[in-house]
């Protein structure tokens, strides 16, 4: 078992690692910048490290930094949490270079999964459906040609070193794909520095759907899927699990092909594998794997009981999984929204400032994962996220209804939020009917963002 | 003397990219409208535009320097 854990990060996630790792007996230490002396994690850790000044890459990003607090507190292990270091490859050789225990997977299986084009051969060898697509780059225009029989039109144009949503051109037909594949090429060498494209067709309608996977390097079992259609910009506002989209037997053949994936590639830790599922097919296809707990992991732990990251923690202390697969189910219906600084009737630009009153809901079957406190003053440095709401009820209907009322009682004086977003997409019929696509909120928005308001007391 | 204000609290960058020149030199110009930095807060990045125009403008903000809400960033003639 690990001893004493440095928590690489900062807000809620970081509180969330301290939590687990004292519930393990743990001893923990936080690294802060200037900006987050005042911040939560520090508070509850044992003890805290100074890192740095506000930016990220001079303290949250600052390997030698960060390993160098490990070290100095006689730290045995590091825990990455989500974001800044924690698909960093270099990150994970580093601390085991220092012989610390990195929570989380080699540098080997970050580096493998974090290669689009890699991941993409990994999964299909490993028997899992990909979009239909290039087997990895495409070498010329020509070969990208013949490619264009498999995928028609749209067809999306990907740099090889891209992610995030950059470098990602679409072309509709014959023309425009001619002009966009040397522009892309030219593109992805000036952005990333390495011209590799690859191609996959667009999935139309498709809902966003994922598997929690937990290995130990050797086995590795899975923790069923979350549904998280409701994206704004790529990002996540809503997850939920169960998906109410998928067939038992869709659900079985999909988290199989996770738990394939994850053994083939040796998987030592928490991981997600994303899918696009196209209903109209009843098809999955892999996207990509994220090499990381996520920010949505709390659905999971409410429907299986499970504590993720407290596995995660086991996992990296050296034992094996403790977790069958037959011991792994489902209860119930569990639902996250990202409670974010922003004010979602204005195109939802940030709004960081201090919190005035705080009154955070409670009650049966309500989680709130958050690091904020009143005479908190949320810093502009870094993301939106202020709090994680999580609700579980016996069935998806009674889990929207606590969710509504958990919205109601949750108070958040002196900052907008997200808030009002969720209070309405609540009250949506096609939310209700679950019958939404990752594309469907940004439509939505267009037609209801200027009918968000804001609590009064913000 | 006209001053040029962050109307949000984050970080002031002078050019659009690390690899890019300035918006505005020191000494520059400016019209109403010209996009004179960026403020990044919260990880997005929100353009600061000149309200009127004018010359000569100075900067008081250093790149990658935090501003608060209301932080003089440039000062124009």
């Known amino acids: 078992m690990l001893r004493k854990l440095l928590v690489a990060n900062r807000g809620e996630i970081a509180v969330r690692v301290i939590r687990a790792a004292r519930d393990l007996g743990i001893a923990t230490v936080a690294v802060y910048s200037d900006a987050d002396r005042d911040a939560l994690h520090v508070q509850l850790a044992d003890e805290a490290v100074h890192i740095g000044p506000p930016a990220p890459k001079k303290s949250y990003l600052d390997i030698g930094a960060i390993l160098q607090a490990a070290v100095d507190t006689g730290c045995d292990s590091v825990h990455p949490g989500y974001g800044f270091l924690a698909e960093n490859a270099a990150f994970s050789d580093a601390v085991a270079a220092k012989g610390l225990v990195f929570v989380g997977p080699s540098g080997d299986a970050i580096r493998l999964m974090g290669d689009k084009v890699a991941a ?20 010329s225009i020509e070969e990208a040609r ?4 498999d995928t028609g039109f749209p067809v999306m144009i990907k740099a090889a070193a891209g992610g995030g949503g950059r470098g990602i051109r679409i072309a509709n037909n014959l023309a425009e794909f001619e002009k966009a594949f040397p522009q ?49 910009r790529r990002q996540k506002v809503w997850e939920e699990a169960p998906s109410l989209a998928l067939s038992d037997k869709v659900r079985e053949e999909l988290c199989a092909s996770a738990v394939r994936l994850a053994r083939a590639v040796g998987y030592s830790g928490a991981g997600t594998i994303e899918y696009l599922y196209d209903d109209a097919e009843d098809r999955f296809y892999f996207i990509e794997m994220n ?8 659905v999971t732990e409410m ?15 050296g034992e094996p999984l403790r977790l069958r697969q037959r011991d792994i189910a489902v209860s119930g219906h569990a639902i996250e929204v990202r409670i974010n600084a922003e004010d979602p009737a204005r195109d939802f630009v940030p709004f960081p400032g201090t919190v005035g009153d705080l009154r955070v809901p409670g009650g049966p ?10 005479g908190y003053a949320v810093p502009p440095f870094y993301d939106s996220l202020l709090a994680k709401l999580i609700v579980h009820g016996e069935t998806r209907e009674a889990a929207i209804v606590r969710l509504v009322r958990a919205l109601a009682e949750l108070r958040i004086a002196g900052l907008k939020t997200t808030k009002p977003l969720f209070t309405a997409l609540a009250a949506d019929p096609a939310v209700q009917a679950a019958d939404v696509h990752t594309r469907w909120l940004e439509s939505w ?8 308001i804001p609590d009064p007391e913000t | 003397m006209a001053q040029i204000l962050s109307h949000l609290p984050g970080t002031f960058y002078r050019s659009p990219a690390p690899d890019q020149p300035p918006y505005k030199a020191d000494g520059d110009s400016v019209a109403a409208g010209d996009v004179i930095g960026l403020i990044e807060v919260m990880k997005s990045f929100h353009e600061v535009k000149a309200e009127v125009a004018g010359t000569n403008i100075r900067f ?14 440039a000062e124009i003639d």
């Open chain 1, 303 to 317: 429907i299986t009981g499970i504590d993720l990251v407290a596995e995660m923690l086991r996992i990296a202390g």
């Open chain 1, 445 to 452: 928005l267009d037609q209801h963002a200027g009918t968000l």
């Open chain 2, 60 to 73: 008081v903000a250093d790149n990658e320097e935090p501003v608060m809400a209301g932080a003089v960033l």
């Open chain 1, 184 to 232: 892309a090429a030219a593109e992805a060498l000036a952005a990333f520095g390495d011209g590799g494209l690859y191609m996959e067709k667009v999935i139309g309608r498709a809902r966003h759907i994922e598997v929690q996977v937990l290995g130990d390097g050797a086995d590795a079992v899975h923790c069923f899927e979350r549904e998280c259609s409701l994206q704004r």
């Open chain 1, 291 to 298: 090499t990381r707990i996520q920010v949505e992991h709390p």
């Open chain 1, 146 to 149: 013949a490619i264009l029989i």
């Open chain 1, 120 to 139: 993409r051969s990994a999964a299909h060898a490993a028997g899992v459906p990909v979009v239909p697509g290039s087997m990895g780059r495409v070498a």
């Open chain 1, 365 to 374: 079957g309500v989680r709130f994962d958050s690091m904020l406190y009143p």
